[in-house]
């Protein structure tokens, strides 16, 4: 079983519509849970982080973990043609921002103007 | 902003030659890493380093795969005897082990014909 899995996609959507990007993960050694955002041919870029189960908000942006199901979730809401992008999950196993990162494989997104 | 750069932006190489990929991290972080990306595969964590040394590395960082801090701002990848799987985009990435996240840098896109 892979580390962490993510569907592909691409997932098309409407400007305006609630997104749903989910990973599953395998080990329940994972701490710290993050969500990236990369646009073509750039690095990625943090979104969002958490430790613990639960949600977390920053504007349109939800993260949601739930570590008994390992399974993580991003939403977006009232979405924009700049989310555009190509999202990753990934998590590392210490509580920290220098451990080593492992990402999912990245679901595309397109939001249609 | 501070932000991590990293050039070249684009090379070309021949199998068996040898690259520098070279990344100038953000100016007061004291961890450095390496990661990689195949066209249409997930982001790869390669190495780790810190304290002039390094903490970690994948089973993908053989002995064909060196890291060096020559100075104080610059941090290199060298790929001794490139081979046609190890075209890739090579991301580097800082942190300064305090703030909840690795800044990565906008990656160089190695080609090997």
């Known amino acids: 079983q892979k580390e962490v899995e993510q569907d592909p996609g691409p997932l098309s959507v409407p400007e305006g519509a609630i997104v749903s990007l989910n990973c599953t993960y395998s080990?329940?050694?994972?701490?710290?849970f993050m969500w990236y955002r990369q646009y073509s041919r750039k690095g990625p870029e943090l979104l969002m982080y958490?430790?613990?189960?639960g949600n977390k908000e920053d504007g349109r942006f939800t993260a949601q973990v739930d570590k008994s199901s390992k399974y993580i979730s991003l939403f977006i809401r009232d979405s924009q043609p700049s989310d555009s992008a190509t999202y990753l999950c990934?998590?590392?196993?210490?509580?920290?921002?220098?451990?080593?990162?492992?990402f999912g494989p990245g679901t595309s997104l397109s939001v249609i103007p | 902003e501070p932000e991590v750069t990293q050039t070249p932006s684009h090379q070309v190489t021949q199998m068996g030659q040898e690259v520098i990929l070279r990344c100038v991290p953000i100016?007061?972080?004291?961890?450095f890493y390496w990661y990689r990306q195949i066209l249409g595969q997930k982001v790869e964590f390669l190495v780790s380093f810190y304290n002039n040394e390094i903490s970690e590395k994948s089973e993908i960082f053989d002995d064909q795969f060196s890291v060096e801090r020559p100075d104080g701002s610059n941090f290199t990848l060298k790929i001794r005897s490139t081979k046609l799987e190890d075209s890739a985009m090579y991301f580097c990435a800082s942190a300064n082990g305090t703030q909840e996240t690795q800044y990565f840098g906008p990656g160089t896109r190695l080609l090997v014909l």
């Open positions: 080990n329940s050694a994972f701490q710290y």
């Open positions: 100016s007061n972080h004291l961890y």
């Open positions: 990934a998590m590392s196993y210490m509580k920290t921002s220098y451990d080593k990162v492992i």
């Open positions: 958490t430790y613990s189960s």
